[in-house]
């Protein structure tokens, strides 16, 4: 039986395929969230904290995040 991978981090591509924004939009929002956790340049940003953070359903995002 093959166990279904699941992501942890988000990336600028899944949020502009959430939002409907573009990938610059995107990739800002990214860097404001970090900011605002207080996150390093290099550390990611998980779906949780994305969704903590814009105030959107993890079950709804949850789908829209792909591989």
């Known amino acids: 039986m093959k166990t279904e991978l699941k992501r942890v981090c988000i990336y600028p591509k ?3 395929r ?4 573009s990938y610059r939009y995107a ?3 990214l ?11 290099h550390q990611f940003v998980s779906i949780e904290e994305f969704c903590l953070y814009t105030g ?3 079950e709804l995002v949850q789908p829209l995040i792909v591989g």
């Not at 860097?31 to 340049?41: F, V």
């Open 56 to 58: 959107l359903k993890l």
């Open 14 to 16: 899944d949020v502009q």
């Open 31 to 41: 860097i404001t969230i970090k900011k605002q956790l207080n996150k390093q340049e």
């Open 27 to 29: 990739r800002l929002l």
């Open 18 to 21: 959430i939002t409907g924004k």
